[in-house]
């Protein structure tokens, strides 16, 4: 079953719409004061989507996300040492404290693995979660500002790439070819990480 994290999230915590970043300037385009406010949610969701994708890309963590616990930080689950580094760079972005990100950060990840077991169906449950945070990327990739370098952190380089918040014909070609390439050096990154864990 396909399911759009993003939007099942803004839907169910009643959140305001999350803008897609300029590739060309890396930017959120922010217009009014009241625009400025939502900082923290146009930070803290796509990066805890990209948290949910990375973690599934590992069996460990993809055994997390498909068992029934409820870890006390998401944070750290999903950023392991890079956590403080992922929230000095959430701080810098949205001029809130440390306590308030991760309160906020914990509670969309919460939701993002409640919705994620919800369309997990069948008997291969960890296959069903792999196969919905997969497609997540391609839905998270355009509303991460690159100012939070949290591929860097995920040591995922192209998620900060500006090539990957570009859509259109040529932009979704390379993307597949792109993943046709790449293939072989995801599956030495997976290895790596399942090592971490």
């Known amino acids: 079953m396909s399911v759009n994290l993003l939007e099942e999230l803004k839907k169910r915590l009643d959140l305001p719409d999350i803008k897609k970043v300029d590739p060309n300037s890396q930017q959120v385009e922010v217009k009014t004061e009241k625009e400025k406010e939502f900082r923290l949610t146009q930070a803290i969701v796509p990066a805890a989507v990209a948290g949910v994708y990375d973690c599934a890309r590992s069996e460990k963590g993809l055994a997390f996300l498909a068992g029934n616990d409820t870890p006390p930080d998401w944070l750290t689950l999903f950023f392991g040492n890079n956590a403080d580094g992922v929230l000095k760079n959430l701080e810098n972005y949205t001029g809130n404290s440390a306590e308030s990100i991760r309160t906020h950060f914990n ?29 997540q990327r391609k839905l998270f990739l355009p509303y991460l500002p690159a100012e939070l370098h949290i591929g860097a952190l995920l040591e995922d380089e192209t998620m900060d790439d500006r090539m ?34």
Request: hydrophobic share 35%.
């Open 164 to 197: 990957n918040k570009m859509e259109g014909p040529v932009s979704g070609f390379m993307h597949r070819v792109e993943n046709i390439f790449g293939r072989e050096s995801r599956d030495e990154a997976n290895k790596k990480r399942d090592a971490k864990m």
């Open 107 to 135: 509670s969309v990840s919460a939701e993002a693995v409640k919705i994620l077991r919800e369309h997990a169906a069948g008997e291969d449950r960890q296959a069903s979660i792999r196969n919905i945070a997969g497609m």
